[in-house]
């Protein structure tokens, strides 16, 4: 049989989605079930096994798996990754207690940043120093190497991270301690920092080096028992991972630099948003994913997302640049906020209601899912303000419990705050919405945008839900909620294109360059890039820039012309309103390369039968209860035009506009809502 099957999944913090997509037989099938946190591949297994099943595909006939995951986040957030030892150069062995050297509050006196997950006492020196040039300066120590490492294995040590001054611009040494250590200890992961990152800043290099050696153990572990799975499923077909720059990877790849994951399950959502604003003909519109723990936002500008190459992990306060831990890879430009359907509602010691950031995630869940949750939660006043059919969620797999949801919003909420249980759960929807719309103009403003010229793009289980609020808040005239909308991030994973991003920092004036030498590095970066990638692939270049004596650069494509101080200047206005005098330097060359990604339709045959499914009273920001109509998405027409109050019923989503809005059903039954 030929194997034409490709499945997304992603795991969520509350519910695993999945899609499968089979083009021989025109086939989009979702899926999603509750995620298992304490083994997040037994909801994988299960959920691939029923597609299979409710498709009718043997397992031999797919041609592949591509899976994302918020492993990497959780173990650094829980702290429960690997003990590690740092290797630095002999007088370095403080770097990551210095870090910045600042206070990322100076008006906070108890701020402390996030601590570094190899404390001192496990940092050791050796002898041995490179020049900034990469000139040696005196020859790597061999036995100190032996004997440091010797010891802290005897502190614990699980794995090891290597990271020497200067090995951006020559890995020899870092080279020779690998090859001591797999002779030495053959069983002992070992990461290279000039093999993650081999860029300039040597604590962003050291820090990334030792969060890659932090859950390495752990991630193998995890991707070698889902493999096993699947195996065991008779789905012998390559497993993919998808990247936090939005590319997906090997396996391989995967296991060997899982720091590259870090942000994987949210760029998916990016990527499918491009993926929808292509097909839209929409420029410039707002990724809106809201599932049960978060949301996050991003923009999409050109029919893609933003990309950054700096990041900061585990941040103390999420809002506060220096409170986390510096990590130096590609990853989508996105905002998260701790508001999902799962975000816990509460009056605080002064009696303000707070929304999130704690979630209850899968387990015990919101109040209205039956297993044992007792605080109320977005997804609950949803129910109370009629945005959610208790017979119909999940397809009527699960009942909504409407009576223990109103006493506990009105035990929790309502009474404290002196609210009626509507006015308690409108409370609550309003400043989880507030919370994410503060969130996106601050995005929006750091890029110099406005959310007025965006279409907003809703998606996951919760984001259309609440697409109505946001876009209101937010002064957004039009909404593109597509079919199929709460698995859209497994819909990102298959649509992804094959990806690897190298990076080589190089400093040199830009009068000065050796474009010898940059010609041969940007032929071993698609060298191995070619490695993972194969044939086939298309390649970006680009440059980081910045004036002499700058902290930061900007990210700038090399022209054909060769005018590369013209890009610069032209980038650097675009961001800054103006340009300076003086030389400029070229920090960093980069390389993206890529194989094509898929084009995949989202939408359905419509189902026989009238889409009318009734009506019930909806509660709507700035109108109040209202009667609207509720429809169901799979029978509605394309070219039909609705006019609300409506709400549109799927089985993995629901959306609900009020009177102000007209509703369009596009030819994939995508649902383009213009707001009055």
């Not at 005196?138 to 490492?149: F, G, H, I, M, R």
């Not at 990853?331 to 998260?336: G, K, P, Q, R, T």
């Not at 109320?376 to 419990?401: I, K, N, Q, S």
Request: hydrophobic share 40%; with cysteine.
């Amino acid at each position: 049989m030929s194997r034409t099957v490709r499945i997304g999944v992603d795991v969520g913090g509350t519910f695993t989605d999945l899609l499968l997509h089979d083009p021989a037989r025109g086939l989009t099938w979702p899926g999603k079930l509750p995620t298992t946190p304490h083994a997040p591949h037994d909801a994988i297994t299960a959920g691939i096994t029923r597609l299979l099943a409710e498709t009718g595909t043997p397992p031999d006939a797919v041609a592949g798996v591509v899976h994302g995951t918020t492993l990497v986040t959780n173990t650094l957030l829980e702290r429960t990754g690997a003990v590690v030892g740092l290797l630095t150069t002999e007088g370095f062995s403080d770097t990551l207690e210095l870090a910045r050297e600042t206070r990322f509050d100076t008006t906070d006196l108890h701020a402390r940043p996030a601590s570094p997950l190899v404390p001192r006492h496990r940092c050791r020196g050796v002898p041995g120093r490179l020049a900034a040039d990469g000139t040696e300066l005196a020859p790597l120590d061999d036995d100190a190497v032996l004997v440091e490492v010797r010891d802290l294995l005897t502190h614990g040590v699980e794995a090891v991270a290597v990271a020497l001054l200067h090995s951006y611009r020559d890995d020899r040494h870092e080279r020779r301690v690998r090859e001591l250590l797999a002779r030495a200890h053959p069983d002992l992961p070992v990461t290279l920092s000039s093999g993650v990152t081999p860029v300039l800043g040597e604590y962003e290099r050291a820090s990334t080096a030792c969060l890659n050696a932090y859950v390495q153990p752990l991630v193998a572990h995890y991707l070698d028992a889902l493999r096993d799975d699947l195996t065991a499923l008779g789905i012998d077909a390559p497993l993919h991972v998808m990247l936090s720059g939005g590319g997906v990877t090997t396996l391989a790849d995967a296991k060997e630099f899982p720091v590259r994951l870090l942000e994987s399950g949210p760029a998916a959502g990016a990527i499918a948003a491009a993926a929808v604003a292509r097909r839209a003909g929409e420029p410039d519109v707002l990724s809106f994913d809201m599932g049960g723990t978060t949301a996050k936002i991003a923009i999409v500008s050109g029919g893609a997302p933003r990309r950054k190459h700096d990041f900061e992990a585990g941040r103390v306060d999420k809002f506060k640049p220096g409170s986390g831990l510096p990590v130096k890879l590609t990853v989508v430009d996105l905002i998260e906020i701790g508001s999902g359907g799962g975000s816990i509602a509460a009056p605080d010691a002064l009696g303000l209601l707070k929304v999130g950031p704690r979630s209850a995630g899968s387990v015990p869940g919101p109040v209205a899912y039956g297993r044992g949750g007792e605080r109320p939660t977005v997804t609950d006043a949803d129910l109370v303000l009629g945005y959610l059919d208790p017979d119909a969620f999940l397809g009527g797999e699960m009942r909504l419990r409407t009576a223990e949801v109103h006493k506990a919003v009105a035990r929790e909420v309502g009474d404290p705050l002196g609210l009626d249980e509507t006015g308690a759960a409108a409370g609550i929807v309003e400043v989880a919405t507030a919370s994410m719309a503060a969130a996106a103009r601050m995005h929006l403003a750091e890029h110099g945008r406005d959310p007025a010229g965006f279409a907003l793009v809703a998606f996951g289980g919760a984001g259309p839900v609440h697409a109505y609020g946001l876009a209101k808040q937010l002064k957004i005239g039009r909404v593109i909620v597509p079919m199929r909308a709460g698995v859209m991030s497994a819909y990102g994973f298959l649509v992804a294109a094959p990806t690897v991003d190298q990076s080589r920092s190089l400093p040199s004036p830009l009068s000065e360059v050796d474009w010898n030498r940059v010609e041969a590095l940007y032929e071993e970066m698609a060298e191995q890039a070619g490695a993972v990638l194969g044939t086939g692939v298309r390649s970006r270049r680009s440059a980081d820039l910045r004036y002499l004596g700058q902290g930061s650069g900007i990210e700038v494509d090399l022209p054909g012309d060769g005018r590369l101080r013209d890009a610069f200047e032209d980038a650097y206005r675009a961001a800054f309103g103006r340009t300076l005098d003086g030389p400029v330097e070229v920090v960093t060359w980069r390389l993206s390369a890529r194989l094509p990604g898929h084009d995949i339709e989202l939408g359905c045959e419509p189902a026989d039968g009238d889409p009318r499914r009734g009506e019930r009273d909806v509660h709507f920001p700035g109108h109040g209860r209202l009667r609207a109509t509720v429809w169901d998405r799979y029978r509605l027409r394309p070219g039909a035009e609705i006019a609300g109050p409506a709400v549109f019923e799927e089985r993995e989503s629901s959306c609900s506009f009020g009177p102000d809005c007209r509703i369009r059903v596009g030819d994939d039954l995508t649902l383009f809502v213009d707001l009055g």
